[in-house]
């Protein structure tokens, strides 16, 4: 007999016999037919509880977690303090593995090149290992991580290459080789992890939206707003700098 489970709180259900995403009120499951009128009360649904300590999921009854082996907490995630909550999505391993029930969240949030990144994130954590290659990540580095909205890393990034040019301003001549030096790292770096640069930053958002909103179309409103691609934002540094050098002629040309 199957069992209609609940995942963080929110008002999705799915069956544990087929993972398909059910009604509360459901009695049986429309995809594999299992019968789930013996498991609609409220103290029989399951609940995903996260350890306090490496923040690895793990289900309701569980007394110890079953990724570090700590005492688990016993509290879903969105009823503990918001400090709490923080502390453990800041611990939260990519190692966790991506829920079946949470895959449509994950292609509501990638959006174009959906089934790439969610191949590539499985052979990540199938493997356990971060490396991943990315063509997009090692060509265009920056244009991608502001295509991609991980605007934090991107100016990480910026901020990097600027304080390296500073520091390498007075060594005129080996200045260019060492920039093209730092630039081939920084591309290498994410052109072998950048999926899982991505994967972080998604997990990330997902988990802080799923806590934050309960009613499923609000969640899926936001995640389609935060998530997803952002062209303008890719072409802006492009448009900023032909802004700077059409101001850079007119000052000249008042000068003159």
């Not at 449509?104 to 191949?119: H, T």
């Not at 899926?220 to 303008?232: A, D, R, T, W």
């Amino acid at each position: 007999m199957g069992e209609i489970s609940n995942q963080k709180n929110s008002s999705r259900f799915y069956c544990s016999d087929c993972n398909t995403d059910v009604k509360e009120s459901d009695k049986y499951c429309p995809k594999c037919g299992a019968d789930l009128s013996d498991e609609i009360e409220e103290n029989s649904f399951l609940e995903i509880m996260f350890c306090t300590k490496c923040g690895a999921k793990n289900k309701d009854g569980f007394n110890f977690c079953s990724s570090c082996g700590s005492p688990i907490q016993k509290a879903p995630l969105n009823d503990l303090p918001k400090e709490k909550v923080e502390d453990i999505l800041n611990k939260s391993p990519v190692e966790t593995k991506i829920e079946k029930s949470e895959k449509p969240y994950y292609e509501l949030f990638i959006q174009e090149n959906a089934s790439y990144y969610l191949s590539s994130w499985e052979l990540i954590e199938s493997t356990n290992s971060k490396y991943s290659w990315n063509w997009s990540a090692f060509l265009f580095t920056y244009f991608w991580l502001l295509y991609r909205k991980m605007y934090s890393t991107a100016l990480i990034v910026f901020i990097v290459f600027f304080i390296a040019d500073l520091i390498f301003l007075s060594t005129v001549e080996s200045r260019s080789l060492i920039m093209w030096i730092i630039n081939l790292i920084m591309i290498g770096l994410f052109g072998g992890f950048g999926n899982y640069f991505y994967l972080t930053h998604t997990k990330k958002k997902l988990s802080t939206m799923i806590i934050e909103f309960s009613d499923e179309e609000q969640l899926e409103q936001h995640i389609l707003k935060k998530g997803g691609i952002s062209p303008l934002s890719a072409w802006m540094p492009f448009i900023i700098i032909i802004i700077i050098i059409i101001l850079a002629k007119l000052v000249n040309q008042g000068n003159n």
